[in-house]
Every structure is written in structure tokens, then in C-alpha cells.
């Protein structure tokens, strides 16, 4: 089966820009996940898609951070405006059902604010 | 909320020797608890999961062993091969739909030809 497709890969901005990262989950996959993994660190949940409902979004910065999952399917994921303290690996995953299961995830966007 | 302790942050052994990563949690309540590996440029990979009412769980040459007494829960690679460096993370999960998996800092593993 295709794996989690993001893109784009790499992504250099000024700060104050804004930017969007988009992730399509392997078919068939019911939720869908974007993590921010910093540098030397283990990747933390922003939000959490159920279908194209969000059921996690707790750690999501909403005054800068977006995210949306069109049709339950693709999702896209903004950042408006940008700091120097968000560069980091932006990971999407999915996974079959919600609960105790592996995801699996796309190879990321990693994102430069300057 | 859940909190999950890794060590050690970097590990170095020679090929053929066995590697051992240690985690433990904070929440008693959480019940799975999955294995990453993290090659350079690419997105975390599940290698091995343990559930909470299984001790020891093994797949060819790694194993992950649990101790829900003592919330501590480890990785061992035996018989380590070259392509076996790169980043290994630990996490911990509680029961029931849409809960969140909570990471460790990573390991990196370096072995030596």
C-alpha cells in the first residue's frame, strides 16, 4: 500500500510569513494525526482527525496554528504567522481505526524559520 | 497527563553486541505501548508494540519487555547490525478510542562495525 504522502519537504521562511504543510493519509484510513518534533526531541500531537472531525487539537497554538481535513481525507496544516521557536519536523500519520494501534507516518516537512 | 522518561539519549555498541533502551511512565491507566525507529530524513517507523497484558513480546531479534508494576518498559536488539543505527523512540498510550500517544526523547543508537 502507499505510505502517508506530505509535501512539501523542505520549507525556509522569514518570520512573521505564513506557511502551510499538506498530508494525504493512506486510503482508507479513518484518523489522521500532525506532530511537531523539535530538534532532539520525540514528536508531540498538535491535532487529531477523526474522519474530518477533530477529536484532540490540545496542544495546537490556535492563535498561530491551523488545520483542516477536507472530506476526511487530505488535511493541510498552516502556520500564520510564524516564530523563530516553530522550526521543527512537521510529521503527519494515520491509522486505521483511533485507540492503541501503530500509525504510520509520512517522512515530514522540515520547516526554517529565519 | 502522561510522561514518558528514555534513556539513555545516545547508546553506541559493536556490531554483534546487544542494545538496551529503557523507558518508564507516569500513568498507571496507560495500557500500549509502541516502539519507533527514526532513520535520517524520514518519518518515525512502528517496529514493535506491547500491550499491557503481555510481559514480553518478541519479533526476530528484538524484544520488548513490561513491567506495569513498575511502569518501566525496555527494548533489546540483539545481534546489532549496522543498519540497526538510528533514532528509537519509546511511547505509551492509555485505553479506549482517540487517546493520545505520548513519546520519549529518542535514543540514538550507533553501531560500530
Known amino acids: 500500500e502507499a505510505g502517508v504522502a506530505q509535501s512539501p519537504r523542505?520549507?525556509?521562511?522569514?518570520?512573521?510569513?505564513?506557511?502551510?504543510?499538506?498530508?494525504?493519509?493512506?486510503?482508507?484510513?479513518?484518523?489522521?494525526?500532525w506532530y511537531q518534533q523539535i530538534l532532539g526531541q520525540g514528536p508531540k500531537l498538535l491535532i487529531q482527525f477523526q474522519n474530518n472531525?477533530?477529536?484532540?487539537?490540545?496542544?495546537?497554538?490556535?492563535?498561530?496554528?491551523?488545520?483542516?481535513?477536507?472530506?476526511?481525507?487530505?488535511?493541510t496544516l498552516k502556520i500564520q504567522p510564524a516564530k523563530l521557536e516553530d522550526s521543527a519536523v512537521y510529521l503527519c500519520a494515520s491509522s486505521l481505526v483511533s485507540g492503541n494501534y501503530g500509525y504510520t507516518f509520512g517522512s515530514g516537512t522540515r520547516l526554517t524559520v529565519v | 497527563g502522561e510522561n514518558v522518561e528514555q534513556h539513555p539519549s545516545t547508546l553506541s555498541v559493536q556490531e554483534g553486541d546487544s542494545a538496551v533502551i529503557k523507558c518508564t511512565y507516569s500513568d498507571s491507566a496507560s495500557n500500549y505501548f509502541p516502539w519507533y525507529k527514526?532513520?535520517?530524513?524520514?518519518?518515525?517507523?512502528?517496529?514493535i508494540d506491547i500491550r499491557s497484558n503481555v510481559g514480553e513480546k518478541k519479533d526476530q531479534r528484538?524484544?520488548?519487555?513490561?513491567?506495569?508494576?513498575?511502569?518501566h518498559f525496555s527494548l533489546?536488539?540483539?545481534?546489532?547490525?549496522?543498519?540497526?543505527?538510528?533514532?528509537?523512540?519509546?511511547?505509551?498510550?492509555?485505553?479506549?478510542?482517540y487517546q493520545k500517544v505520548t513519546f520519549g526523547i529518542g535514543t540514538k543508537l550507533q553501531v560500530i562495525p
Open chain 1, 10 to 33: 523542505y520549507k525556509i521562511i522569514e518570520k512573521r510569513q505564513s506557511v502551510a504543510f499538506w498530508c494525504n493519509p493512506i486510503s482508507g484510513h479513518a484518523t489522521l494525526y
Open chain 2, 76 to 97: 533489546h536488539i540483539t545481534e546489532t547490525q549496522p543498519e540497526d543505527s538510528a533514532v528509537y523512540f519509546c511511547a505509551a498510550s492509555g485505553s479506549g478510542g
Open chain 1, 53 to 75: 472531525g477533530v477529536v484532540d487539537d490540545s496542544q495546537l497554538p490556535k492563535d498561530r496554528f491551523s488545520a483542516e481535513r477536507l472530506k476526511g481525507v487530505d488535511s
Open chain 2, 62 to 71: 528484538i524484544a520488548v519487555t513490561l513491567n506495569k508494576t513498575a511502569k
Open chain 2, 38 to 47: 527514526q532513520e535520517l530524513g524520514k518519518g518515525p517507523q512502528l517496529i
